[in-house]
């Protein structure tokens, strides 16, 4: 028998209440799916923190896959950019350092309103991206399983 799942879901506090819903649609999708997984919450003070975070959980080996969600906005220096892309980057170093898949649901749109049409635009589409990473951790958590039957069939 299989041990059930374990991820790991880092949520930066910047826009917390978006943010936050990506955690809710990963948790409802997880359930439609059947999958009984255990999921521990992180908060993260921003973007730039999840990185090294989402390393230092891998390097435990507990977690099948590491989620994290940012929402990195225009304030109009163009600073949003360079946190972008350090996030984003530094994501992808973590899951090819530790072999941990490490999931993004790290978001920068241009010309972010802080009107209640754009907040609320920006929640549904954060509960989507959170159902969408939910379907991405299933499928790796199933692919990594067949990887590991086949490396034991052939030894």
Same mark, same amino acid.
């Given at each position: 028998?299989?041990?059930?799942?374990?991820?790991?879901?880092?949520?930066?506090?910047?826009?917390?209440? @978006? $943010?936050?819903? &990506?955690? %809710?649609?990963?948790?409802?999708?997880?359930?439609?799916?059947?999958?009984?997984?255990? /999921? =521990? !919450?992180?908060?993260?003070?921003?973007?730039?923190?999840?990185?090294?975070?989402?390393?230092?959980?891998?390097?435990?080996?507990?977690?099948?896959? @590491? $989620?994290?969600? &940012?929402? %990195?906005?225009?304030?109009?220096?163009?600073?949003?950019?360079?946190?972008?892309?350090? /996030? =984003? !980057?530094?994501?992808?170093?973590?899951?090819?350092?530790?072999?941990?898949?490490?999931?993004?649901?790290?978001?920068?749109?241009?010309?972010?309103?802080?009107?209640?049409?754009?907040?609320?635009?920006?929640?549904?589409?954060?509960?989507?991206?959170?159902?969408?990473?939910?379907?991405?951790?299933?499928?790796?958590?199933?692919?990594?399983?067949?990887?590991?039957?086949?490396?034991?069939?052939?030894?």
């Amino acid at each position: 028998m299989t041990k059930s799942p374990k991820f790991a879901f880092i949520k930066a506090r910047w826009h917390a209440d @978006i $943010v936050d819903q &990506a955690w %809710v649609g990963f948790e409802q999708r997880l359930s439609e799916l059947g999958l009984e997984a255990t /999921v =521990v !919450s992180f908060d993260v003070p921003g973007a730039f923190e999840m990185p090294l975070l989402a390393q230092r959980l891998a390097e435990t080996g507990e977690y099948s896959a @590491i $989620v994290a969600a &940012a929402l %990195v906005v225009d304030g109009g220096i163009y600073r949003h950019d360079f946190v972008a892309q350090a /996030v =984003v !980057s530094g994501l992808m170093e973590a899951g090819m350092k530790t072999g941990t898949p490490v999931l993004s649901v790290s978001l920068t749109p241009h010309h972010f309103q802080p009107s209640a049409e754009h907040q609320a635009f920006y929640r549904d589409h954060f509960v989507k991206k959170g159902r969408e990473a939910a379907d991405a951790a299933a499928q790796i958590v199933e692919l990594y399983r067949g990887l590991e039957k086949g490396a034991r069939i052939a030894a």
